[in-house]
Nanobody, 124 residues
Framework: QVQLVESGGGLVQPGGSLRLSCAAS????????MGWFRQAPGKGREFVAD????????YYADSVKGRFTISRDSAVNTVYLQMNSLKPEDTAVYYC?????????????????WGKGTLVTVSS
């Protein structure tokens, strides 16, 4: 079992920044890949970014590449999503997910555990 708790969401103006955190507990943190997904109002859940169990590989959706950075800190069992140059279209509930497979995936159906999400609103 893996428990995930997101934090750091809120209201930010266009062009601003936020850092989301996802605290993990349960299984050994360094044994699984981690991902961030988001779901905008009225839309399906979509891939944002993910990071391998070792932290050596990262992948991003084209829509956030160059603006968002995913990272992980095994000392505190936490994965982060630094979001810069935020746009109104980034408004969504952001979820972190744990993928226990040895093969990193962008597919939400490959994720094994999910947090409850944190809301990010980008608006002036």
């Amino acid at each position: 079992q893996v428990q995930l708790v997101e934090s750091g969401g809120g209201l930010v103006q266009p062009g601003g920044s936020l850092r989301l955190s996802c605290a993990a507990s349960g299984r050994t943190f360094s044994s699984y890949n981690m991902g961030w997904f988001r779901q905008a109002p009225g839309k399906g859940r979509e891939f944002v970014a993910d990071i391998s169990w070792s932290g050596n590989r990262t992948y991003y959706a084209d829509s956030v590449k160059g603006r968002f950075t995913i990272s992980r800190d095994s000392a505190v069992n936490t994965v982060y999503l630094q979001m810069n140059s935020l746009k109104p279209e980034d408004t969504a509930v952001y979820y972190c997910a744990a993928d226990l497979s040895p093969i990193i995936s962008k597919d939400l159906y490959d994720m094994d555990y999910w947090g409850k999400g944190t809301l990010v609103t980008v608006s002036s």
